[in-house]
């Protein structure tokens, strides 16, 4: 009880129970959900479920509006925030308890002040939410239909860890890797974050006048950046927006931002883009002997 009340992950023993749970089919067919984990080595994999193993036995599900809070639910979820500590230590994530889900995107109360000092108060609809020592709150809907570079879980697990040693302002807790600086970290995410800025602007310049920035029609200027629009919001927002892209679809930040790319290889303990590249290798070679094209050696 104690653990659960402060917040610290669950007993060796009741993620053992949990384990257990995750494997044969189950772990399988949850594998197979999700394209980008296509590629784990045989030791990523038992790595990846006992992560996941440790979610689901250290923080409390709850449905809000009427969500069937499924096994199916539970264990995507888990999976996808697992990745990002499937090579760091799951204690990044204590401190909080609870992953509220909700069917689809849901309001949150804003409050901005102008340059009058003039407070405004609104109601924003997202798709995720992390709150500093409290909940984690997800839409079912936008996990479940996630495309391209999107993933609101592992966006919303970034924020975790960038609150897990204070304020979120896109540098998480270096202290256990006595490889990344610091300073280094911080110059070479704010050239990162103003170089995506800039790209960004020359991108909205770009877009004709007959076309609405904020429509479909728009897309195709905005697919020329390597991350999502959002990630030009705040530091904080574009190392969210970055773990998304470096996890799920890695390239366009290997083109485009390499030293930011590198210094979450090095963060994160993984390299994506290499086990993509890796993995499609592979999959081309096994094909392509399956067809009589190559032999043993070649």
Known sequence: MLRWLTGRGASPRAVERQAETLTGEVWHATLER?????????????ALRQRTAWLLASKTFSAAQGLELTDTVRLSIAVQAALP???LEPERYEGWTEIIVYPE????????VDEAGVVHEYMQEAAGEAWDGG????????????EGDMNVVIHEFAHKLDLHHGPADGQPDLSRHPELRPRRWRQVLEQSFTSFQRALEAVEAAIPHDVDPESEAADAWYGQLPLDPYAATDPAEFFAVSSEAFF???RGLVELLPDWYELLAGFYRQDPWRRWRDYVDST?????SAAGRLTPGS
Do not use: K
Request: no cysteine.
């Open 284 to 288: 081309n070679m096994a094909s392509a």
């Open 34 to 46: 999700h394209d980008f984990l296509a590629g784990l080595t045989a030791g990523e994999s038992e």
């Open 85 to 87: 500590i499937l090579a």
């Open 105 to 112: 995107g849901f309001l949150i109360p804003r409050q901005e």
């Open 135 to 146: 909940p984690l709150i997800l839409s079912w809907h936008d996990i479940d239909q996630a």
């Open 248 to 250: 799920v679809a890695p």
